[in-house]
């Protein structure tokens, strides 16, 4: 008999899986599982240029429909897998299915974090997470309006660059002291809050959230004691990993589907990857990423480990975020101890913060700055130790010090 290998989650990483599978040689039968009504579509475009308007839809499948068929995968679309039998090894769908596998792939990524204030159920509050959540907002989304956002991370500045561009009257509400606090470095922080200011867009900073009002739909937002009139709220606070299923099983679960450094689970039949994964990362403390290398290299790892080329995983992880015409890349993890050294200058608007730990370079963030990004995240690969009066010395390009 054929082998069979279930993919729960029809996203970045289940998509990537499929690939890879094939490229290694798996002749055997491939399902794949997705609770949404499309095939893999990547979902970086959503709060950027799909949300502007300037990138058409069929722009974000990942693959044309033609690749599953050509790839002899079976997908079974707008279907929620409900539970994973391991005696058995079945995968049971919520119109009571029976998948039976051989070996299992979860990749169901990770969900919006909901706010649970007063009045957080009214409508006119979004999230922003699929292509659906897109269309939602789109229809309010307006010139004119006024667009209250609560979060000062990513997707909630990345809406607010479009909101400002398309003629949206944007607050923001960020509990903490800066944006991105989670993510980037104060001098990244302080750079995006001026350029957001100077693209009209209102700051709330040290403002939590405590409850919206309106008559069945948001008219208020009251936040740091005060009150806010508001058209619509998009609300981007985070997100939690989709582990219910693999909590349910039994299998190893800590703020994340703990796997090993070949993406398998504590059952050795099954393989996780992506955003509901943990796993120990290069820096051997446990990590949980959201980014699109996570999910792409994760899946390509779980791929060579499920065809018996088990490969440690162990790459740099890297990010990137578009707001207005500035494009923050960011690779390595940074720690609030290191060493931070600034190449160019923020007014200049292309510019990178290195973080040094022990000499090391460890982290980068740059704006408008792809040479600094693409040596940095080298150096970084190879545990380079570079004097820091060097790297801030523009005069110095950046090919000569990697
Ligand atoms: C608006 C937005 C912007 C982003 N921008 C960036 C960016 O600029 N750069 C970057 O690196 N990353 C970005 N990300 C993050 C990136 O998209 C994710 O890290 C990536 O999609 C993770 O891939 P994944 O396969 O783990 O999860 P997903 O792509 O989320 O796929 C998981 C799929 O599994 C489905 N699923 C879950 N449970 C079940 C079940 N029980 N049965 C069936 N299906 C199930 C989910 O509905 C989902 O469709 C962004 C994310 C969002 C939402």
Redesign the pocket.
């Known amino acids: 008999m054929p082998e069979k290998i279930v993919i ?7 998509q990537q899986a499929v690939q890879s599978l094939r490229s290694e040689g798996f002749t055997g039968a491939i399902t794949m ?4 009504a499309y095939p ?1 579509y ?3 475009p ?3 240029a799909y949300l502007l308007g300037s990138f058409e839809r069929p722009r974000l499948f990942l693959k044309p429909d033609s690749f599953y068929a050509d790839s002899g995968c079976e997908l079974i679309l707008s ?4 539970a994973i039998h391991r005696a058995d090894r079945t995968v049971e769908l919520e119109d009571g299915r029976k998948l039976p596998y051989d070996k299992l792939l979860l ?4 969900r919006v974090r909901k706010l649970n204030c007063s009045g957080a159920d009214l409508s006119g509050i979004h999230y ?2 699929t292509i659906a959540d897109v269309d939602g907002l789109q229809a309010v989304f307006q010139a004119g309006k006024r667009i209250a956002i609560v979060g000062g991370g ?2 909630g500045l ?1 809406v607010a660059a479009v909101g400002a561009k398309r003629g949206l009257d944007v607050t923001v509400f960020e509990a903490m002291d800066r944006l991105m606090a989670r993510a980037v470095s104060p001098q990244i922080s302080a750079f995006y809050a001026s350029e957001h200011e100077k693209a009209g867009v209102k700051l709330k900073l040290r403002t939590g959230v405590e409850g919206f009002e309106g008559n069945g739909k948001v008219e208020y937002i009251k936040a740091g004691g005060q009150t806010y009139e508001a058209d619509i709220v998009l609300v981007g606070i985070g997100v939690i990993p ?1 582990q219910e ?1 693999a909590e349910r099983a039994g299998l190893g679960c800590t703020d994340g589907i703990v796997v090993d450094q070949n993406a398998r689970t504590s059952d050795p039949h099954i393989w996780s ?4 994964t943990r796993h120990v990362g290069r820096e051997g403390h446990e990590i949980r990423l ?6 792409i290299d994760q899946a390509k790892h779980a791929a060579l480990s499920m065809t018996g080329k088990p490969k440690t995983y162990s790459e740099v992880p890297w ?4 707001q207005y015409d500035l494009k923050l890349q960011i690779a390595g993890l940074a720690r609030p101890t290191d060493t931070l050294v600034q190449r160019g200058d923020p007014a200049s608007r292309k510019f990178a913060v290195f973080h040094l730990r022990d000499g090391v370079v460890a982290a980068v963030e740059a704006v408008n700055a792809a040479p600094e990004y693409l040596v940095g995240k080298k150096m970084i690969a190879e545990g380079k130790m570079v004097a820091p009066e060097m790297l801030a010395d523009t005069s110095i390009p950046m090919k000569q010090l990697g």
Not at 8 to 14: D, F, K, L, T
Not at 107 to 110: I, L, P, V, Y
Not at 273 to 276: E, N, Q, R, S
């Open positions: 729960i989650g029809a996203g970045q990483a289940g599982v997705g609770d949404e893999p990547q979902r970086p959503l709060s950027k279907t929620t897998a409900r990749a169901t990524g990770a922003l997470k990513y997707i990345e989709c299923l990857a992506g955003d509901c959201e980014c699109v290398q996570n999910a990010f990137w975020s578009d």
